[in-house]
């Protein structure tokens, strides 16, 4: 069983920072990508950022600049520092991980999911 846990939302002035983290535990054999997604009311969940396991990233155009996500491959967990943050960042962001865990087959696991508010 693996588990992927999110936690660092909240809510922020624009201007302002967050930093969400995401830590997959459970029988975990490897991991490629980790990244974030979100959803904001009434639109479809979108990639926000994507980091490989060789550490090759790739950002939405509207975080780039702003967002960076990085990883620590030992503890398995994913990182996303949002900075300058503006009203449009509102909305639940999702960890996800692409991962091998048993039987030793690739697929995509999510998150439950964290809340994030930027008021204007």
């Known amino acids: 069983q693996v588990q992927l846990v999110e936690s660092g939302g909240g809510l922020v002035q624009a201007g302002g920072s967050l930093r969400l983290s995401c830590a997959a535990s459970?029988?975990?054999?490897?991991?490629?990508?980790m990244g974030w997604y979100r959803q904001a009311p009434g639109k479809q969940r979108e990639l926000v950022a994507t980091?490989?396991?060789?550490?090759?990233?790739n950002y939405a155009d509207s975080v780039k600049g702003r967002f960076t996500i990085s990883r620590d491959s030992v503890r398995n967990t994913v990182h996303l520092q949002m900075n300058s943050l503006k009203p449009e960042d509102t909305g639940v962001y999702y960890c996800?991980?692409?991962?091998?865990?048993?039987?030793?087959?690739?697929?995509?696991?999510w998150g439950q999911g964290t809340q994030v508010t930027v008021s204007s």
């Open positions: 980091i490989t396991s060789g550490s090759n990233t």
């Open positions: 459970g029988i975990i054999l490897s991991i490629n990508t």
């Open positions: 996800n991980a692409q991962l091998v865990s048993v039987p030793p087959v690739i697929r995509a696991y």
